[in-house]
């Protein structure tokens, strides 16, 4: 493990997290809507982003146009690739789509709304002993705690303190695409196979 030396800015992370936390919608849709609907009105959602996906990456002026009005919360390597938004949409949608227990599904969510947000903050502003690319041993702390807590509201405290570790492995692991697909859809089968 290494120091860290440089952070990205804690004002970028904020307003990255604040806009992440609107996947707290999904899980809100989730619970007062028919499974069916809210199944349906993600895919939606998921077919018109993977549009704008697609057309903002063949598109150059367009991309510099969406990534500005997002107001620079994109991380650079998103500029030429899908973004995290169209990743959290994926995980989420399949994550509601495989597994049937509501608390699985809500804990999973909890797991990637609230746990990412605790490893960004804590890794920007308190991290200094780096794990892997982006990863530091402040935030993944902050991480597993975070989702312990999320997780005595879903499971036993057993389940919970299970969860929370695997979680925290799935987030250092260095897996493709984006690790807001995989965290909800890992730890939801997990956790399936848990309870």
């Known amino acids: 493990?290494?120091?860290?030396?440089?952070?990205?800015?804690?004002?970028?992370e904020l307003k990255r997290k604040a806009?992440?936390?609107?996947?707290?919608?999904?899980?809100?849709?989730?619970?007062?809507?028919?499974?069916?609907?809210i199944l349906r009105v993600l895919s939606a959602i998921l077919l018109a982003v993977t549009v704008l996906e697609i057309a903002r990456l063949l598109f150059p002026a367009l991309n510099r146009r969406f990534v500005s009005l997002f107001?620079?919360?994109?991380?650079?390597?998103?500029?030429n690739r899908f973004s995290g938004i169209f990743w959290t949409l994926a995980g989420t949608l399949l994550t509601m789509f495989l597994f049937r227990d509501p608390r699985v599904v809500y804990c999973a969510m909890?797991?990637?709304?609230?746990?990412?947000a605790a490893a960004a903050l804590a890794g920007v502003r308190f991290g200094r002993i780096k794990m892997g690319k982006n990863k530091t041993v402040e935030g993944c702390s902050a991480f597993f705690?975070?989702?312990?807590?999320?997780?005595?509201?879903?499971?036993?405290?057993?389940?919970?303190?299970a969860g929370a570790l695997?979680?925290?492995l799935v987030?250092?692991?260095?897996l493709p695409f984006n690790d807001n697909f995989w965290l909800p859809l890992l730890s939801?089968?997990?956790?399936t196979l848990l309870r």
């Open 110 to 116: 909890g797991y990637l709304v609230f746990g990412d």
């Open 145 to 161: 705690w975070t989702c312990l807590a999320v997780g005595f509201f879903f499971l036993t405290p057993e389940q919970a303190a």
């Open 19 to 37: 806009f992440h936390s609107l996947a707290l919608l999904y899980a809100l849709g989730y619970a007062v809507l028919d499974r069916t609907v």
């Open 71 to 79: 107001g620079g919360i994109h991380r650079p390597e998103e500029f």
């Open 171 to 174: 987030e250092v692991l260095p």
């Open 166 to 168: 695997f979680a925290a």
């Open 1 to 12: 493990m290494t120091i860290l030396t440089e952070t990205p800015g804690l004002k970028i």
């Open 188 to 191: 939801g089968l997990f956790l």
